[in-house]
């Protein structure tokens, strides 16, 4: 268990950065070794309604889409705008470390959320991300960019809920920040 703890955290050394197109550091990628070790911790760590799905890469994100930032106005791109909604719905996410996503009704008892993350600062953070659903079950994602599809059974019908999304550890100005993407869907 403490192997896929740390690989869930910050290696012990980092791995060097290059310049992406644009002069910018380029994000860290991740061995097989290394995401199959995240999918393992992942696994062993799940609430009993909650499965998950290694699905890759993230669909192509449609219809309305919520643009989440941590200090900023949530915008909405499309046709629905940001209310109480019922699913699907795509969502993006940038520099956060505590907040909660949109309010959504279900009207079946089981739905899913596709979702990818990456770390912003610290890039090699030993925090974790988490997503906890208001109605059960708090997973944590791993932070290489890989998409998962993560289903939660036994939630209430027609009931609001809200995804909260939160780094872990955060303390004396170690914040550490995630940003990424998703689609919630039955």
């Avoid at 890469?57 to 705008?81: A, E, N, R």
């Avoid at 996503?101 to 596709?114: A, E, L, N, P």
């Amino acid at each position: 268990m403490a192997t896929g703890l740390l690989l869930l955290a910050a290696p012990a050394q980092a791995a060097p950065e290059t310049a992406a197109a644009g002069g910018e550091p380029a994000k860290r990628t991740f061995s097989a070794a290394e995401i199959a070790a995240n999918n393992a911790a992942v696994w062993a760590s799940l609430p009993p309604n909650v499965t998950m799905t290694v699905t890759g890469s993230m669909p192509k994100l449609q219809g309305s889409i919520d643009h989440y930032t941590q200090d900023g106005p949530t915008v909405t791109t499309g046709m629905t705008p940001f209310a109480v909604s019922t699913i699907p719905y795509s969502f993006t996410f940038e520099g956060f470390w505590g907040k909660n996503g949109r309010d959504f009704k279900s009207t079946r008892t089981s739905f899913c959320k596709d979702i990818e993350a990456t770390w912003d600062y610290p890039e090699e953070s030993w925090h974790q991300f988490k997503v906890a659903l208001s109605a059960g079950g708090t997973i944590t994602v791993p932070t290489d960019g890989v998409t998962r599809t993560w289903c939660w059974s036994n939630v209430p019908t027609n009931t609001t809920m809200y995804f909260n999304y939160y780094s872990t550890g955060n303390s004396s100005g170690d914040i550490a920040k995630a940003s990424g993407s998703g689609y919630v869907h039955y």
